[in-house]
């Protein structure tokens, strides 16, 4: 079990009692492991994987179907699910929750569902440079089918986002307004509430990619007043398979179904049928129920340990971690400062590739993401392919960057010395 | 074993046919989207002999290193013999195990090398396995 009051644990630096409910950091392989990875996916606390286990162990069963008992309970659970997560973001009603199995399919719902719908030529779509491809690919394929325009909010070379020819961006033309709220790749966290106010001051919708957010701090759809956020379940100590959609419920209700299948009918006849309402009209076929189910434990444990202190550690971490990299010889570290953006450090060492910076790491225990990072257009922004990125989540300790550290000074001896 | 044994770090750093060529025969480039690494190939060939050959490029010392132990191997052989060469010869070129992200670097190289010579536009190695 995880340990059970934690309130305010973080604040105390206690990292080792939050470690001992991840069994993953307590393996004993030739090296301990260095986790810098969870902005590409989360570690999950042993009490996501036992509530996960109690479904297929105890009640294991279809949901909505079922005149029984362990069905009646599944359900039970899977629509608490629902509404403890619609908690966790403040949205005003459990149905404004939507299941789908990751950010990605999030996304894909509104800009096939509300985007075929809503978007024909002259009509244009507003993103941003440091998108994810998950959310910009949607708004490609969408501006290719109905002849949107696709248009971009830049970024500066501190990277962030250049906000003075907003005006002329952002007209009477913009339909929708796709924004990531905290950068995968420079972890720059943006101005969302304020360009939300603006887009909505142009009749645009809004939609939010909260993948990096919704796992490192308080995220509140009403505060924001955002049209959808999208978040996925694996990065923020839940299961992979399981991803939200939160819209707001007038949009839901016009949008058509995005998935034809079970679970989502009113009624069917052999040409036509009626649908379900909201959330069910747009969870097709048996959802990932044990995933579910595994989220809201991930979303009770993030608020027992809470998010805030997981921020403030996080903001330690990064703070550390600029000190100690900016100290190494032909290191370009991307993107703005800590107390400006959460959870990771993006760089580059001189003459060394990222792969093999990634691979000496390696060998030291130590396991970051090296690529494109799923965002070529905000790579090709700086001028580069790839870069090495280390991100941090509530269980990251201190000594672990100075491992870090090290694993790049030893990359640099072994590699940069001869090279024609 | 380490991925980044001397033999390797010695090919990436003081590469073996390592340039371009004035007239080639054969001459391919491509990149692995994927880490942007990028090799072209030049190949001089004779009555089916490769006589001559370089390559360029940049990218991680998997990439690179594999591309170098690769023109070693084959320079003098027939061009019909690079058709017969396979992922595996090439991670026995390396001596290391690779994993599923570095194995595109390591296959980078053979892969330039048929597309040029073969029009063979897969990653060596990379076929639909049968699932009996």
Redesign the interface.
């Known amino acids: 079990m995880c340990a059970q009051p934690m309130n305010d644990l973080l604040n105390t630096c206690d990292v080792e009692t939050i470690r001992n409910d991840f069994s993953i950091l307590k393996q004993e392989n030739d090296l301990p492991l260095i986790y810098l990875d969870s902005a590409a996916t989360s570690q999950t606390p042993d009490c996501v994987i036992e509530a996960m286990e109690a479904y297929y162990r105890t009640y294991n069963s279809n949901i909505h179907r079922g005149i029984y008992r362990i069905s009646e309970e599944a359900t039970a659970k899977y629509e608490e699910a629902r509404q403890r997560i619609g908690r966790f973001i403040n949205a005003r009603r459990s149905s404004q929750i939507i299941f789908t199995r990751n950010t990605t399919e999030s996304i894909n719902l509104v800009a096939y569902s509300w985007g075929s719908e809503n978007l024909r030529e002259g009509d244009e779509i507003l993103v941003t440079v440091m998108e994810h491809h998950s959310n910009l690919l949607p708004w490609q394929l969408l501006s290719q089918r109905t002849g949107a325009k696709l248009r971009f909010i830049e970024i500066t070379d501190e990277g962030v986002l250049q906000l003075d020819n907003l005006e002329e961006l952002l007209t009477e033309r913009t339909k929708i307004v796709a924004m990531t709220h905290v950068s995968n790749v420079l972890g720059t966290i943006n101005p969302i509430q304020e360009l939300t106010a603006a887009a909505h001051a142009v009749g645009a919708k809004v939609l939010i990619d909260g993948a990096q957010s919704v796992p490192h701090f308080d995220v509140d759809v009403q505060e924001l007043d955002c049209d959808f956020l999208a978040f996925s379940g694996h990065k923020m100590c839940g299961p992979t398979g399981i991803g939200v959609l939160y819209g707001k419920s007038d949009l839901l209700e016009e949008m058509s179904p995005f998935l034809g299948g079970g679970s989502m009918i009113r009624a069917v006849q052999r040409e036509s049928s009626t649908y379900a309402d909201v959330p069910a009209k747009f969870e097709a076929g048996t959802p990932a129920i044990a995933e579910a189910i595994g989220l809201a434990a991930a979303v009770d444990y993030l608020d027992r340990v809470g998010l805030e202190a997981i921020f403030v550690h996080e903001q330690e971490l990064l703070e550390y971690a600029h000190q100690k990299l900016v100290e190494i010889e032909g290191i370009t570290i991307y993107g703005p400062k800590p107390r400006q953006k959460t959870g990771a450090i993006t760089f580059n060492l001189e003459g060394i590739h990222p792969h093999d910076l990634a691979g000496v790491l390696d060998t030291v225990g130590v396991a970051v993401r090296a690529g494109h990072h799923c965002a070529q257009p905000l790579m090709q922004k700086f001028g580069i392919i790839a870069t090495v990125r280390a991100s941090f989540y509530l269980y990251n300790k201190l000594e672990e960057i100075d491992t870090l550290h090290e694993g790049l000074l030893k990359a640099q001896r072994m590699l940069t010395r001869r090279r024609r | 074993m380490?991925?980044?044994e001397e033999d390797i770090?010695d090919h990436?750093?003081?590469?073996s046919n390592?340039g371009t060529l004035e007239c080639p025969d054969i001459s391919y480039e491509e990149d692995n989207p994927?880490?942007?690494?990028q090799i072209r190939m030049d190949l001089k060939v004779e009555d089916g002999i490769i006589t001559d050959l370089r390559f360029s490029g940049h990218?991680?010392?998997?990439s690179q290193a594999a591309a170098s132990m690769l023109t070693e191997e084959i320079k003098g052989r027939r061009l019909d013999d690079v058709k017969k060469l396979s992922k595996d010869d090439i991670l026995e070129m390396l001596g290391i195990p690779l994993g599923p992200?570095?194995l595109k670097?390591g296959l980078l190289a053979l892969k330039v090398l048929k597309a040029g010579a073969y029009g063979l536009k897969g990653w060596p190695g990379d076929d639909d396995e049968e699932t009996e």
């Open positions: 380490n991925i980044y770090l990436y750093e003081n590469p390592y994927l880490c942007g690494d990218g991680c010392t998997i992200v570095r670097c």
